[in-house]
């Protein structure tokens, strides 16, 4: 955009954070503009849900082929407004797109009415089960993955029937802008999805509203905030926050494969990443050779404009996060194996890599979002589970092992981890995404992300008049003593 446009109260701009060039201005969206969005979605609502899932999938196949044609616009707009590489930005455009189809092919096999069998007490009663969407739903979305995070949550609400307002980043709304116009390029006849934009005060709004549901992603501070304010209607939330992942190699893991996924999971997207890696746990046996190769591999990559694999750190403030976290574990005794504090300029950060970091360190115990790695050795096993699970934390983690693999995951405290690969569990669109603890709850992706936009809708029907007639005041001394004798029979001996 025009660096003549003129930003005023009611505007705000957004900067390429490796440039500092004006790449987009966007208004501030008041409370009065965001009732006024979610009252129109309301009536486009009906309209979206009379199309069934089939007519739902077919728009939102569209739309899918849409966001295609449009994926190298679509990526220069995210390098542009977050710092992201082009060549990831269209990675996780591909990734978007493959959850997107998920979505519109199975939503009605996981929504869609079904029979569900009656008890011997409703044997006279037919009995279905469907799962209702809620009208409108308000996305807060982040910026650190603009398309593939907020879309897990906007095209599963878009499948399971609901009209929706989506809020992006203040850092990113380019990206949702984007998304929405090319969605009213095929869905022109109601304003089924829209965009809202503005700072927190704007998302604080789209709470505040007649939504039926708000799927949040972003920082758990964030998500507290939100709840506090969705909790003043009773609007129930989705929440998908912060992590602390974790990778632990095992004695037997393929070291390679491991630093690679160390590097890749601490290092892309400049390390803003929620599922990233930030904390390492490596058997004793092999941990020398495993960092060894760790910080050779890390070497290779370079934060830096342009074409360089690691772009800026996005936020302005996360640069003194980044600084102080580093700095706590030198002070208290840890080494910077590669990068350190004097390899932060302006907004790039060199990849970073600690040992003898103490556990109670910042760096161990808070998110960073920044390409830095603790590594740390341990005696065994047991000892890297206690160590992964000794977070408020709880998204996701990953285990390098051949033969322990399952059974070292199976004991991590975590919404998903992935054997022997990375973030695998996240990449998978049958899979629900999502954490516990502070990471917050709910699901995206899957079949729980579809009914995380809906609500369970039971029916019933008599099929005959029941032979015993139990829920009235005219109940017989028999009927009771025929069901006192088969709640015996039924429930009263160990099988």
């Known amino acids: 955009m025009s660096t003549s446009v003129t930003i005023t109260d009611t505007t705000f701009e957004v900067r390429n954070p490796a440039t500092g060039k004006r790449v987009g ?76 189809k998920w979505a519109a092919r199975n939503a009605e096999r996981v929504l869609g009415r079904r029979r569900v069998m009656p008890s011997l007490l409703t044997i006279n009663h037919a009995a279905e089960v469907e799962y209702r969407p809620f009208g409108v739903v308000g996305v807060i979305g982040p910026w650190n993955y603009p398309v593939f995070t907020p879309l897990s949550s906007v095209s599963f609400a878009l499948a399971a029937g609901n009209a929706v307002v989506f809020k992006p980043s203040e850092y990113t709304p ?31 709004a789209l709470c505040r509203s007649n939504v039926g549901k708000i799927g949040f992603t972003g920082s758990t501070a964030t998500g507290k905030r939100v709840m506090a304010t969705c909790a003043e209607n009773l609007t129930p939330v989705l929440m998908e926050c912060g992590g602390k992942d974790a990778l632990i190699v095992d004695a037997d893991a393929d070291l390679d494969a491991a630093a690679d ?109 920044g390409p830095t790695l603790t590594i740390a050795e341990v005696t065994d096993m047991d000892e890297a589970v206690a160590r992964v699970n000794a977070t408020e934390y709880g998204l996701g983690g990953t285990v390098f092992s051949r033969r322990d693999g399952r059974d070292i995951a199976d004991r991590i405290r975590a919404g998903g981890i992935s054997i022997n690969a990375f973030v695998a569990h996240a990449l998978n669109p049958s899979l629900p995404l999502g954490g516990v603890g502070g990471s917050g709850f709910g699901r995206v992706h899957g079949p729980d992300g579809l009914k995380e936009f809906a609500y369970a809708k039971a029916t019933t029907r008599q099929r005959f008049p029941s032979p015993l007639a139990l829920t009235t005041f005219s109940r017989s001394e028999m009927a009771d003593a025929i069901v006192d004798r088969v709640v015996a029979v039924l429930h009263g001996r160990i099988r």
Request: glycine share 10%.
């Open 25 to 100: 201005v966007h208004p501030v969206h008041t409370a009065a503009e965001v009732n006024s969005a979610v009252a129109t979605a309301r009536d486009a609502a009906g309209w979206w849900a009379s199309l069934g899932f089939a007519g739902r999938a077919r728009r939102l196949d569209a739309w899918r082929t849409e966001i295609t044609r449009g994926r190298h616009e679509l990526a220069r707009i995210m390098h542009d407004e977050m710092g992201k590489p082009i060549s990831d930005a269209n990675l996780e455009i591909v990734m978007a797109l493959e959850h997107l």
């Open 174 to 204: 380019g990206v949702g802008v984007w998304l929405a116009e090319a969605f009213g390029r095929i869905v022109p006849e109601k304003p089924v999805l829209q965009v809202i934009t503005g700072y927190g005060e704007t998302g604080a």
């Open 261 to 369: 996924v160390a590097v890749w999971g601490g290092m892309s997207n400049a390390g803003q990443t929620c599922l990233g890696v930030e904390r390492v746990y490596v058997h004793t046996a092999v941990y020398d050779e495993f960092l060894a190769k760790v910080v050779a591999l890390a070497a290779t990559v370079r934060a830096g404009a342009g074409s360089a694999q690691v772009g800026p750190i996005t936020m302005p403030k996360q640069i003194s996060v980044i600084r102080g976290q580093i700095e706590d574990a030198l002070a208290r005794g840890a080494r910077a194996l590669l990068g350190g504090p004097d390899t932060i300029d302006g907004q790039f950060v060199q990849p970073t890599i600690l040992v003898d970091v103490p556990e109670d360190a910042t760096a161990v115990t808070e998110e960073t979002f």
